[in-house]
């Protein structure tokens, strides 16, 4: 009988299983396509499943694992795709209902990275249209469902929110999501799991579906922070296919991953009570001060400054990127009447129209002087510690489409070009998950990778599994 928790474990603990003889990779993919089967009818994660591929893809990974053939630490494991990634000969909607039928004739360099190193796609996930909302709303293909609350309708975050609820629901062991403001952290701090956007250009986005070329990341979202390196590891490298991937420095995650977690002597800033947004709620402000007492007791050096960021200055600022960005991707259709494409979406993109070049020039300008300031600022610290979000999910019909709190703390990272990592951190009264975001330099991974690791040994919010007992024996609802 196969265990019915596989696709809850970590991949590293997955692996050790296979290498040990424990499981294999057909015990590990059947339990993600009879979990998928069971309850993606509730969760609405996948927009399509890879059934019979993933079969025989986990059966011939066994073989080669029998034959000694094994390929590392990711071989034989399944991951879940975001449906902007393109495998050829498959169909990409990139969110779009308008798009159903297009099949891709390349396949994007991080899922070929995947597949070379092993892994098993189990699908596409569900996202925002063309990857430009922060709530996780899809009018024409539905919301996935937050597994945090099976009661309530809430948001998963956007724009990766199939990717993050396929997780949460312990459909796949992790997954592949984009972040162009935040779509990688804010459905992993909604859903209670571990997200790394990397500094931008670490991940090749050569055969995925762009929303802002200058802003655009793709990383993991998983249960561990070990998890999102050996991911982002397996996928990261120049690519002459991006340019924005050549003549970077080297990330070392072996070093990152190697030894026990230790946080002692990082230098860590974190932001001070008094830089809370009003609407921050209670259970927000006390998951960041606990945070910051789990990473003092560890050995960490932590102060409260002021950090010289308007907060809500740069997520303005990112917008008009994204929204002039995306109207040159998008133009040519985004106002058709006749095309079912979200209005929200359709809404945002076309407010790009009005942005000149001129001031998009500027915006970028402005952009770099402020990257340059960051830098400066950083010198003589490790780590900016921030809470990811100031709220926690919300109800899907109680959405303001108009108002963006979940990009409060996150687009600063893709504005400034830097990496950051999003950790569970807490619960809120009601039940639902509270994260931190930790901030890092220009490709500093490993430094948020050592952070990381070390608030999760301290720590077992990560660990913590939604309740999904409702679910399991109830017949699915239809939200489309």
């Known amino acids: 009988m196969i ?3 596989l696709p809850y474990l970590p991949l590293t603990e997955l692996s050790r299983r296979l290498s040990a003889g424990e499981t294999s990779s057909h015990d590990i993919v059947a339990a993600c396509i009879e979990r998928i089967a069971a309850l993606d009818g509730h969760t609405h994660a996948f927009i399509e499943v890879y059934r019979e591929a993933a079969l025989d893809g986990a ?21 879940a795709l975001k449906d902007l990634l393109h495998v050829k000969d498959r169909v990409t909607t990139a969110g779009s209902k308008s798009w159903h039928g297009r099949v891709a004739t390349e396949t994007a360099t991080a899922v070929e990275r995947l597949l070379a190193a092993g892994m098993i796609p189990l699908g596409k996930t569900h996202m925002v249209e063309f990857a430009f909302g922060g709530w996780g709303r899809n009018e024409p293909m539905g919301a996935p469902w937050n597994p945090w609350d099976t009661r309530v309708h809430r948001v998963a975050g956007g724009s990766s929110s199939g990717s993050a609820v396929a997780v949460a629901a312990g459909l796949a062991p992790a997954a592949i999501g984009s972040d162009t403001g935040g779509s990688i952290r804010i459905p992993a701090a909604l859903c209670g799991l571990t997200g790394l956007k990397p500094t931008y250009g670490t991940i ?9 070329t200058t802003l655009d990341s793709l990383g993991p979202l998983a249960r561990t922070v070990e998890d999102t390196a050996l991911l982002t590891a397996a996928m990261a490298g120049p690519d002459p296919r991006d340019a924005a991937t050549l003549n970077l420095p080297r990330l070392d995650f072996d070093a990152a991953l190697r030894g026990a977690p230790d946080a002692r002597r990082m230098r860590i800033t974190a932001l001070p009570a008094e830089q809370l947004p009003p609407d921050t709620l209670p259970d927000v402000a006390r998951a960041l001060q606990q945070a910051i007492a789990v990473l003092r007791e560890h050995g960490a050096l932590v102060d409260e400054v002021a950090v010289p960021i308007d907060f809500e200055d740069v997520m303005v600022r990112n917008g008009r990127i994204i929204a002039a960005e995306a109207w040159a991707l998008h133009r040519d259709y985004i106002e058709d009447p006749k095309l079912p494409i979200d209005p929200w979406v359709r809404k945002r993109t076309i407010g790009g129209k009005a942005i000149s070049a001129a001031d998009y020039i500027e915006e970028l300008a402005r952009r770099k002087r402020a990257a340059a300031a960051f830098a400066e600022w950083m010198r003589g610290r490790d780590v900016l510690l921030t809470p990811t979000l100031p709220i926690t999910a919300t109800a899907v019909d109680e959405v303001d489409e108009v108002a963006t709190p979940l990009a409060t703390f996150t687009r600063v990272a893709n504005y400034l070009g830097i990496c950051a990592l999003s950790l569970p951190a807490g619960m809120s009264a009601d039940g639902l998950p509270v994260a931190v975001q930790l901030l890092g330099a220009p490709f500093a991974e490993a430094t948020l990778i050592r952070a990381g690791r070390a608030f999760q040994q301290a720590t077992e919010w990560h660990l913590q599994r939604a309740d999904l007992s409702a679910w399991e024996i109830a017949p699915p609802r239809d939200r489309r």
Request: net charge positive; charged share 20%.
């Open 204 to 212: 090749s986005l050569a055969g995925v579906v762009p929303l802002a």
């Open 3 to 5: 265990p019915k928790d």
């Open 59 to 79: 059966a011939a990974a066994d073989l080669e694992r029998k034959a000694g053939l094994s390929r590392g630490p990711l071989h034989g494991l399944p991951i």
